[in-house]
């Protein structure tokens, strides 16, 4: 199938567009954004539809309300069909009855994982590796019988590896090994063991009594110590609580006394100390306040008029203002007037005219702008001329150039050319598949196999023998007859292209000569075809070039036209105005300018006398006003500003002085009135202090503080003597009676001497009783061990069990080695002589696009990774590849399998994204010419954003390309 044209009404960003394709090799060319890669999408939903489940619908839905879908022309089977696309839904074919040919899933899926690559594909290099990959390149050969060998390979070593490992935890060989090395250890402990039971019986029972003697005599001690320790810590607080009730009845101590009677007292004392400090500070702060205040009050007059003065001081701040800006106004004036003389000087007027109005402005501007468009348009176009008549000389220069480099052409046509490549590439291939002898030496092999068991059973009269080697024999014979054939089949086909390529010597050494002539007249057509390329395009540049000057120089009499018009048009206007039409617009704009100006001077002069008489007459009257308040206040002045300082310097110190008094009157209040309520909190202070001293029975504070420390004595005591009760109740329990007696006959140190010497006594026991327990408890060990005897028994069976399942497996694992090291050796020798046809393929174009570096593409039997060989003959894994090269290899492997499924079928269109990227420029020229070959059996349609890219294709000789451009936003 391939496509012919193509019509996007609405995908993405795209449509409308149409584009129509070769057959063969397409180029798309585009910038980022121009559309490839959605491109690319609209192909695929046009052949196999999108549903609204898939992402790309959502994803490529026409925003703008165009719609959603398009059409491709296709040819498949010599028929030319119109499928429609109309999203979501599949595609149908337009005035046909049958449906189109490809179903959904399967189709799709294989379009987009074989026919459609993009950079992220050949990118991803772990694809080369995978049971996916393996299985699809041997299903080519084998069949499923690639599928067996790979799981019964992996089989066989899963069965080893849970048999045995060398540092295994879990096979079971290992385990096997584990336990019976742990049986041997316990039936060698079981041997070695004495045989006294009867005396470990004898020996347990005299540990035994002996255990409980002890056992009671320890006890005993230890309550007995427990009692001891009890009276040697209550015994020092016992003899304390007798002293502090001892002292209570010989000391004269109170019985009673004020609460907080103390704290009472020296709280009293110091706030009446205090009081007494703070009643004689006001009095002193107050005397002077109160002879100030007697003093008269002066400046009355001045505040009595003290709105009319600060009236005044407002107004003042006005005043200066005015009398400021009364001088500029003068200053003003006089510029303006030596301004208004200048310009009607200028003009040569006795006096002023009318203000040009907005028309004429406006008008003025219009014919400016009109003579600055003509001259820019004339230089542009008479500068772009000058450009083309040297681009023209130049061309012509280049033409005279390649018309004496013409190359010579080659000798025979280039579909002549092309068509012995692919003979010679056929050839080679065909020399590396000739057959091998080892058939038919095996096919010998048997017949004497056969031979020899004929003759025996022959000889010795054994039929079964005779008639199996007679039928060996015959398969031989079959087996050389089939050898035979193949090589008369290879000969045949070995002559058909040796008469075809006119060579005497079948070999790689004539091949070779033959490939590299049919190289060089390759290059030589390529060499032509640059050359015609190169002469088309500058004939076809030159003429373009003629046509512009043509149209440059319509252009420039077109514009003198119009200039003429436009001058005659200015000067019209001139006369109008009454001013010389030989005058530039410039030079008019600058007269009304100078006139424009001094009519603004004029009008700004009116204005400015306007308010130099509102000036002075507010000066004026501020003046008066002033005046006739500072005579009545009885100030002297000799201008405005020194009146006005007289007059706010008197009303400041009015101010003063009132302040002064009223700050005294406010100081005053408060003293007068914190001095009375002084006097009545000390008044009430000095009668608590005597009731509490009546309280207290004293007559002074210094015997009231004598009694307080009697009393505090005394509840110290008592205090004491009850802490001292708690502890003993602690420590005594209830029994407080029965332990009061033993307490007072108990000497000072002997509850302690004799707590002591039990606690050694308790120790000594304790240790001893340890030791019985722990002799007890071996001998029971032993006692338990000598009564389990027949368990070795059970030992030694277990262990020949084991021996049992360990040769079991031991010969397991000896078979299973056996048959590794047979599939090993059978896998070899199918590696080198039945590799898949898609290998081959993917071989021939890995060495092209590697100049020969790589020789063949191999995927080891049973092996999930693709091997390569170089010409050296040494094997690399892909995954040791480098990026291009890896690029390379998976582009040469997609390559084989696209045409392996054609071949099966299935034949879509090849879209390449943008694959050259990372590929040198002498690789990715060989990649093109590989992608040329494939574009000779299937349609590929090349989508890039490189110029260079272009000229790579455009360079190569062969097969045509079409070159199609998309511009952003198409």
Not at 187 to 194: E, F, N, S, T
Request: glycine residues 10%; aromatic residues 6%; hydrophobic residues 40%.
């Amino acid at each position: 199938m391939k496509i012919r044209e193509l019509h996007v009404e609405g995908f993405g960003g795209l449509g409308p567009l149409s584009l129509s394709f070769a057959p063969g090799l397409n180029l798309i060319l585009g910038p980022n954004e121009a559309g490839k890669t959605c491109l690319m999408e609209f192909i695929r939903a046009a052949l196999f539809g999108l549903t609204k489940r898939d992402r790309a619908y959502q994803l490529y839905c026409p925003l703008d309300g165009r719609p959603f879908g398009g059409r491709l022309v296709v040819e498949k089977g010599g028929r030319s069909l119109t499928l429609v696309a109309r999203f979501p839904g599949l595609p149908r074919l337009e005035r046909e009855r049958e449906e189109w040919i490809f179903p959904r899933e399967t189709g799709a899926l294989l379009y987009s994982r074989v026919f459609s690559l993009g950079l992220a594909q050949v990118s991803n290099l772990a694809l080369l590796s995978g049971e996916e990959m393996a299985q699809h390149l041997y299903s080519t050969a084998l069949g499923p019988l690639g599928k067996s060998y790979a799981r019964a390979v992996e089989a066989l070593e899963r069965r080893r590896e849970d048999l045995f490992k060398a540092k295994g935890q879990k096979p079971l060989i290992n385990q096997l090994a584990r336990e019976i090395k742990g049986v041997d250890g316990e039936l060698a402990r079981l041997k070695i063991l004495p045989g006294r039971y009867e005396e470990l019986l004898r020996e347990l029972e005299t540990l035994g009594e002996e255990l409980k003697m002890v056992t009671e005599e320890w006890t005993r001690v230890r309550r007995e110590r427990e009692k001891w320790d009890i009276l040697a810590r209550a015994h020092p607080l016992f003899s304390q609580l007798e002293e502090i009730q001892r002292l209570l009845e010989e000391e004269d101590l109170p019985s009673s006394f004020p609460p907080r009677g103390l704290e009472r007292l020296e709280a009293l004392e110091k706030e009446l100390e205090q009081l007494e400090g703070e009643l004689e500070e006001v009095r002193l702060i107050l005397e002077p306040v109160e002879g100030a205040l007697a003093q008269p009050f002066q400046g009355g007059d001045v505040l009595s008029r003290e709105g009319e003065i600060m009236a005044l001081r407002e107004e003042w701040a006005l005043i200066k203002e005015k009398k400021r800006r009364l001088l500029e106004v003068d200053g003003r004036l006089s510029v303006l007037e030596g301004k208004i003389e200048e310009g009607l000087a200028y003009l040569e007027l006795e006096a002023l005219p009318p203000r040009p109005t907005g028309v004429v402005w406006e008008r003025l501007k219009g014919f400016m702008e009109g003579f600055s468009i003509l001259d820019k348009e004339r230089l542009a176009l008479e500068k772009e001329l000058e450009l083309r008549e040297e681009e023209r000389e130049r061309r012509e220069g280049e033409l005279e150039t390649l018309r004496g480099m013409a190359p010579q052409k080659p000798p025979l046509p280039r579909d002549e050319v092309m068509t012995r490549q692919e003979f010679v590439s056929q050839a080679r291939d065909h020399i590396l598949a000739a057959p091998s002898l080892w058939q038919a030496a095996v096919s010998i092999f048997f017949i004497l196999l056969g031979a020899g068991g004929f003759w025996a059973g022959e000889q010795y009269g054994w039929p079964l023998l005779k008639w199996g080697g007679g039928a060996v024999a015959l398969a031989g014979l079959g087996g050389v007859a089939a050898a035979w054939y193949r090589k008369g089949k290879w000969l045949m086909e070995a002559k058909r292209l040796s008469r075809r390529l006119d060579l005497k010597e079948f070999t790689f050494f004539s091949l070779d000569g033959l490939g590299k002539g049919l190289k060089e007249m390759e290059e030589a057509w390529k060499e032509v075809d640059r050359w015609r390329m190169k002469c088309s395009e500058v004939e076809r540049a030159l003429g373009m070039v003629a046509r512009e000057m043509e149209r440059l120089r319509g252009s420039l009499e077109s514009l003198k036209i119009r200039e003429e018009a436009f001058r005659g048009e200015w000067q019209e206007w001139m006369k109008g105005l009454g001013l010389s039409p030989l005058s530039s617009p410039q030079g008019a704009q600058e007269l009304l300018r100078r006139l424009e100006e001094v009519h603004r001077a004029h009008q700004e002069k009116g204005v400015l006398c306007q308010e130099r008489e509102k000036l002075t007459r507010a000066v004026e009257g501020f003046g008066h006003r002033l005046k006739g308040l500072l005579a009545e206040l009885d100030i002297g002045f000799d201008s405005l500003e020194e009146g006005m300082v007289a007059l706010t310097g008197a009303l400041e110190g009015a101010r003063r002085e009132a302040e002064e008094r009223g700050a005294l009157e406010a100081r005053a209040g408060p003293l007068r009135e914190k001095a009375r309520l002084l006097e009545e909190r000390l008044k009430k202070r000095k009668g608590e202090m005597k009731a509490l001293l009546e309280e207290g029975g004293v007559a002074s504070p210094r015997q009231f503080r004598e009694k307080a420390q009697k009393w505090e004595r005394r509840e110290t005591l008592e205090r004491d003597a009850r802490g001292l009760r708690l502890q003993l109740a602690a420590i005594l329990g209830g029994n407080w009676e029965g332990w009061t007696s033993k307490l007072v006959n108990l000497a000072t140190g002997e509850a302690m001497k004799k707590a002591g010497e039990l606690r050694e006594e308790e120790e000594r026991l304790g240790k001893e009783r340890d030791g019985l327990i722990e002799a007890k408890t071996r001998l029971q060990k032993e006692k338990e061990e000598l009564e389990g005897e027949d368990k070795e028994q059970e030992l030694a069976q277990r262990r020949e069990e084991l021996l049992d399942r360990l040769r079991d497996a031991a010969l397991r694992w000896t078979v299973d080695t056996l048959a590794l090291v047979l599939f090993r050796r059978t896998r070899e020798v199918y590696e080198r002589e039945n590799q898949p046809r898609v290998l081959k393929e993917a071989s021939h174009f890995f060495s092209t696009m590697t100049g020969g570096r790589y020789g063949r593409v191999f995927l080891p039997m049973g092996v999930r990774e693709l091997w390569v060989e170089r010409h050296d003959g040494q094997r690399l894994s892909s995954r040791f590849l480098s990026r291009g090269t890896g690029e390379q290899l998976y582009l040469s492997l997609s390559m084989a399998i696209m045409l392996e499924v054609a071949e099966r079928g299935m034949v879509f269109p090849v879209a390449l994204d943008d694959i050259l990227v990372n590929f040198d420029p002498a690789r990715a020229s060989r990649a093109v010419e590989a992608i040329q070959s494939l574009s000779s059996r299937l349609q590929v349609l090349f989508f890039t954003c490189h110029p260079h890219v272009k000229e790579l294709f455009a360079s190569m000789g062969g097969a045509t390309v079409e070159i199609l451009s998309l511009s952003a936003g198409s």
